[in-house]
Every structure is written in C-alpha cells, then in structure tokens.
Nanobody
Framework: VQLQASGGGLVQAGGSLRLSCTTS????????VGWFRQAPGKERLFVTA????????YVADSVKGRFTISVDNAENTVYLQMNSLRPEDTAVYYC????????????????????WGRGTLVTVSS
C-alpha cells in the first residue's frame, strides 16, 4: 500500500489545519491507518489511528479534544482535523498503515506499521 500525506502549512496558534492521507492498494493491506509526528530533534510520536472501517479510533492524550481522525472509504483517504493548534504541535506529520496480520496489537499501539508515506510539515507560530 502507498500513502501520501498532505495539507501541512504555517498556521497561528489557535488555528486549524486538516491533513489528508491519500492511500492506494488493497483494503486488506491497510486495516489500520495512523498518524505520527516528529518535531525537530525529537523522536517520532504516535498521535492517532483509525480502523479502515471507521468503527474504532484512538487518540493520544496529548491531542485529545483537539485532533480528530476520520476516513472516507470512497476517496481512500484518512483525514486528521487539527484544531486549537499550539506551537508544540509543530512537527512533520506522517501517515502509516498496518495490515490485519498484526491486528493483535491494540489500536492504541504504535507497533506493526509497515507502510509509510512522506510527511507533511506543520508549523504553528506563537
């Protein structure tokens, strides 16, 4: 499966952005799609994930209440709506997919992701 993240940009604190993760390939290869982010000089962090069916989602505490993940199966796209952005949200955001074969990992786990897209940079100014 191939993934491509887009929608990043420069926004002021308190603003909003919507990221898109366009996917291709068999649905069976992208059972779960997640978003990760990596700030300059820091490790990559797991942010949120959704089952391709859209039935279940996971959101990290650090962004809960501000970020929402959703999926449009017809468009093969996963969205990340980011509201009330803060300077500490500045990072390169990546989307990734994992296959059903590793579905023993809970939805809130950052493990098992084997397909990655190029990231999109989000910069939040204070």
């Amino acid at each position: 499966v191939q993934l491509q993240a887009s929608g990043g940009g420069l926004v002021q604190a308190g603003g909003s952005l919507r990221l898109s993760c366009t996917t291709s390939g068999r649905t069976s290869s992208k059972n779960v799609v997640g978003w990760f982010r990596q700030a300059p000089g820091k490790e990559r962090l797991f942010v949120t994930a959704i089952r391709w069916s859209g039935i279940s989602t996971y959101v990290a505490d650090s962004v809960k209440g501000r970020f929402t993940i959703s999926v449009d199966n017809a468009e093969n796209t996963v969205y990340l709506q980011m509201n009330s952005l803060r300077p500490e949200d500045t990072a390169v955001y990546y989307c990734a997919a994992r296959a059903p074969v590793v579905d023993y990992y809970p939805l809130g786990s950052s493990s098992g992701y084997d397909s990655w897209g190029r990231g999109t940079l989000v910069t939040v100014s204070s």
